[in-house]
C-alpha cells in the first residue's frame, strides 16, 4: 500500500492589526494578531530587545519566522510591544526608560491591554534579550494578574561579553547575528523595519544587569524557561553558570534551561525561529495545564 505524502493541516484564518496600548498616559504602539473565529485560550506579550522594534516578532524576512502568525493559528492572542522609547513612545521618551520605569509602564499597558480584549485564560511574558529584564521584574513585582509565566532568550545573569561591546563591526555581527547561514535571504535587507536606535537610559542599565537580577531572582514565583542559542555570545552558559541561574530563582515553581541549535542571539530572525517559538507555546500549553486554580478558557 502506498503511503500518502505528509500535508500540514491549514492555516486558521488569523487577525492581524496594528495598536495602541495606554500605560497610564504612555502610548505604545504594538501588534497585534489574535485567532479569527474563536475566543484566544491565553495571551502571549513579546518584549523585543535592545536596538530593535516589535516588527522582530513578525518574520520580517519569511512567514515561516513570525512569531505573531504561528502563535495566533495555535489559537493565541499575540501582542509584540513597541517597549518605551521606541515606536510610539520614542519622541515622547528619546531617552527610554531604564528596567524599573519600563516594567512600570508596561504593566500598565497589559492591565490596559486585559480591559480591552479576550485574553484568555492568563498571560505569558515572552523576552528576547533586553525585553526579558521588565519582564522579569514585572513578574518579580506581580503587577500583570493572571502571569502564566516567562520565557526568555537571549538572556543570563552574567555577561560573557561587556554590555559596553562591541568596538567594532565585527564585534557586533559576532555578538548579535552569529553565522550569516542562519538565517533567510533578504533578513538584514528587510531589517531596516525591525531595528531602531537603542535609548540612552537601558543602555546605562545594562551593566548593572546582574546584581539587579540577583535581588529580584528570589521573588519571581511563575514558571521560567530561558533559551540560550548556539551561537550565543552575550551571555556565560556553561554548567557552572547555569547552576547558579538556576539556583537564583528559588521559588519560581519551574525553571526550565533549553538550547536552541543553529541559531544565533537574534534567534527569532532565523531559520530555527519557528522550532524556538513553537517550544515556546508549548511551554504556554504547560503553564496553561500546570495552573493552580481555575480552569482553561476556551
Not at 111 to 119: F, I, P, S, V
Not at 268 to 294: D, I, Q, V
Amino acid at each position: 500500500m502506498t503511503t500518502a505524502p505528509y500535508a500540514p493541516a491549514p492555516a486558521r484564518p488569523v487577525d492581524q492589526q496594528r495598536v495602541t496600548l495606554d500605560a497610564d498616559g504612555i502610548t505604545l504602539s504594538a501588534r497585534l494578531a489574535r485567532p479569527a473565529h474563536v475566543p484566544p485560550r491565553a495571551t502571549v506579550v513579546a518584549l523585543h530587545g535592545a536596538g530593535m522594534s516589535a516588527a522582530y516578532f513578525d518574520g520580517p524576512a519569511h512567514p515561516e519566522t513570525s512569531l505573531l502568525t504561528v502563535a495566533a493559528e495555535l489559537g493565541f492572542l499575540v501582542v509584540a510591544v513597541d517597549r518605551p522609547g521606541y515606536g510610539g513612545s520614542a519622541q515622547r521618551l528619546p531617552h527610554g526608560q531604564g528596567v524599573v520605569a519600563q516594567a512600570a509602564t508596561l504593566a500598565a499597558a497589559l492591565r490596559n491591554l486585559c480591559a480591552r480584549y479576550d485574553t484568555g485564560a492568563g498571560i505569558l511574558l515572552m523576552g528576547h534579550s533586553f525585553g526579558c529584564k521588565p519582564a522579569l521584574r514585572i513578574a518579580a513585582d506581580g503587577t500583570v494578574p493572571g502571569l502564566l509565566g516567562l520565557d526568555l532568550s537571549g538572556c543570563g545573569d552574567e555577561y560573557l561579553a561587556s554590555p559596553a561591546a562591541p568596538a567594532t563591526r565585527a564585534g557586533s555581527w559576532k555578538l548579535n547575528w552569529g553565522p550569516l547561514r542562519l538565517y533567510p535571504p533578504g533578513t538584514f535587507q528587510s531589517s531596516i523595519d525591525v531595528v531602531a536606535p537603542a535609548p540612552a537610559r537601558e543602555l546605562a542599565d545594562a551593566a548593572r544587569w546582574p546584581a539587579v537580577f540577583a535581588a529580584l531572582a528570589e521573588r519571581i514565583r511563575v514558571p521560567v524557561r530561558f533559551t540560550f542559542a548556539e551561537h550565543e555570545a552575550w551571555w556565560r552558559r556553561d554548567h557552572q553558570a547555569l547552576a547558579r541561574l538556576r539556583g537564583r530563582l528559588a521559588a519560581a515553581p519551574r525553571v526550565l534551561i533549553d538550547h536552541q541549535p543553529d541559531a544565533g542571539h537574534n534567534i527569532s530572525l532565523g531559520w530555527a525561529a519557528r522550532a524556538y517559538h513553537l517550544r515556546a507555546l508549548g511551554f504556554a500549553e504547560e503553564c496553561l495545564r500546570r495552573r493552580p486554580t481555575g480552569t482553561e478558557h476556551r
